[in-house]
């Protein structure tokens, strides 16, 4: 599933070709992904500008100039493609069936946005003027935001049982981590994913934070990582699968240097950990 740098990266590829644009024509070929679409949809994005695109942990969002916003998540297989006469370098592969095109938004400059989800495990959903939508009202801190603060994650450890893996996939605690970048930054930390969060002192989690951000800058300059489904809006892979340090990559040695471990792979709570067992403590 797409994690924060991958819908980030996507988030940038779109704003070009829909930001500030009008929605001429919006189509929605079935009623329903991981849930049901709201039956008004297209009404209310049919003729509508779209002021902005932002991310909000692992959703995307496009504030609309009526009020409220459009928003969606990508799930395991869903795709966001531009398309359009004169965009160079922008194309649909063969694999990409046009039957699992479900959200088609044509801009007044005749581009297309379109949602396309093989498996339908994304979604699509309208945030209403003045509402809260209830995804979004228990997500903690974005990560590469001034709120995400060692002491922030200092106090949401404290007291915690639970290994530091399982607590830095809690989007309550800080958003948008997933398996990927929080195994790559307890790497680069050195901390063992099986130690209690509460037990790890305040110089290790003023440094965590510090590797955490770096993760996920790192891994948005290379465009994501393409594991499996996901794709920049312009079609072209992310490579940072190219620089995983731990992830993936079992049996492997250790990359960090005088370390001489070998990385090793363990299941937290029914996912996989990869860690260097010398050098994470």
């Known amino acids: 599933m797409p994690e924060l740098p991958e819908v980030e990266t996507v988030m940038r590829g779109l704003r ?10 919006a189509e929605a070929r079935r009623p329903d992904l991981r849930w049901p679409m709201p039956v008004d949809l297209v009404q209310v994005l049919t003729g509508a500008r779209v002021l902005g695109l932002r991310r909000r942990s692992k959703y995307l969002l496009a504030d609309l100039d009526r009020g409220g916003a459009l928003l969606m998540h990508l799930g395991m297989s869903g795709r966001l493609l531009v398309e359009g006469a004169g965009l160079a370098g922008m194309h649909r592969e063969p694999a990409i069936r046009p039957r699992h095109d479900h959200v088609v938004l044509t801009t007044d400059e005749g581009t297309t946005i379109t949602f396309n989800d093989a498996r339908r ?6 945030i209403r003027e003045g509402e809260d939508h209830p995804l979004l009202g228990q997500i903690g801190p974005e990560p590469l935001g001034p709120d995400f603060t060692p002491a922030c994650l200092a106090a949401a450890f404290a007291g915690r049982k639970a290994p ?3 607590a830095l996939l809690d989007q309550r605690i800080v958003a948008g981590l997933g398996n990927i970048y929080v ?11 099986r130690r209690a969060a509460g ?16 993760v996920l800058t790192d891994a948005i300059a290379a465009g994501g990582s393409s594991l499996r489904d996901h794709r920049q809006a312009t079609g072209e892979l992310g490579y940072f699968q190219h620089s ?5 990559r ?3 040695a250790c990359p960090m240097p005088g370390c001489g ?6 299941v937290q709570s029914g996912r996989s950990s990869f860690y260097c067992p010398v050098c994470q403590r």
């Open 16 to 25: 070009p070709h829909l930001e500030g644009r009008v929605i001429a024509r």
């Open 121 to 126: 495990f994304g979604m699509v959903d309208l």
């Open 164 to 166: 530091v893996k399982q």
């Open 183 to 193: 195994s790559e930054a307890l790497h680069r930390a050195g901390i063992d994913p």
């Open 199 to 214: 037990r790890i002192g305040a110089a290790r989690i003023a440094a965590l934070v510090g590797h955490i951000r770096d």
């Open 244 to 248: 995983f340090r731990v992830y993936d």
């Open 250 to 252: 079992a049996g492997a």
């Open 261 to 266: 471990g070998t990385i090793r792979r363990i």
